[in-house]
């Protein structure tokens, strides 16, 4: 069976450019998260989407904004880019959005800001 | 502030010279506490969750164990392949189901 899925794998962007990295999750899974993880560090959460709505937030700018579509799949979008948004950012599934539910990282992508 | 701080950094063993790594953890109230492997520059691999104190589960050379304040993943006989950071996550009772992970545990195993 098919993993999480996550796309494009690494992305090299100029300083205020756009950006949008797509998800897919696991087949039956109707929750999808977003992490930033920047070396050194352990991952951060940004979004966490279930049903297409969203259902938290983390600490992060207005210049980050997501999305889940029908086909539960997400995408994340990132404006304005800074040399400080250079990260791996990770997509999580899980089936749904409840204490004893495992979420299952997809590869990541590999942004880089210069 | 819910947080969760991971010892050592770095560790570096022999091939067979078991030993254990440490999550603190301080959140209002735990949901479940979550271990994951992660390769360089791959995405965490699940490994275990834990919900209450007391409670221990073991996957292969792997065992994870709880208290009301900090986890313990004891690696026992431990091979290269097992060289990874090691991540811990909380999900808290307060606020969303997000994960807040700690910074994580650089493992080392010499052949």
């Known amino acids: 069976d098919a993993g999480v899925t996550q796309s494009p794998t690494h992305l090299i962007k100029t300083r205020g450019q756009q950006v949008t990295l797509r998800c897919s999750p696991i087949?039956?899974?109707?929750?999808v998260s977003w992490y930033q993880q920047v070396l050194g560090q352990g991952p951060q959460f940004i979004f966490q989407y279930y049903e297409k709505e969203e259902r938290g937030r983390g600490n992060f700018p207005d210049r980050f904004s997501a999305r889940q579509f029908p086909n539960y799949s997400s995408e994340l979008n990132v404006n304005a880019l800074l040399l400080g948004d250079s990260a791996l950012y990770l997509c999580a599934s899980s089936f749904v959005v409840k204490q004893d539910t495992e979420a299952f990282f997809g590869q990541g992508t590999r942004l880089t800001v210069v | 502030e819910d947080q969760v701080t991971q010892s050592p950094e770095a560790l570096r063993l022999q091939e067979g010279e078991s030993s254990s790594l440490n999550c603190s953890y301080t959140?209002?109230?735990?949901?479940?506490l979550f271990w994951y492997r992660q390769d360089p520059g791959k995405g965490p691999e699940f490994l275990f969750t834990?919900?209450?104190a007391g409670e221990e589960k073991e996957k292969e050379r792997l065992k994870a164990t709880l208290t009301k304040k900090e986890s313990f993943l004891h690696i026992t006989a431990p091979k290269p392949e097992d060289s990874a950071t090691y991540l811990c996550?909380?999900?808290?009772?307060?606020?969303?189901?997000?994960?807040?992970f700690g910074t994580g545990t650089r493992l080392k195993v010499l052949a």
């Open positions: 834990l919900y209450s």
């Open positions: 959140v209002s109230g735990l949901r479940g």
């Open positions: 996550a909380v999900q808290a009772t307060s606020g969303t189901y997000k994960y807040i």
């Open positions: 087949s039956g899974h109707k929750s």
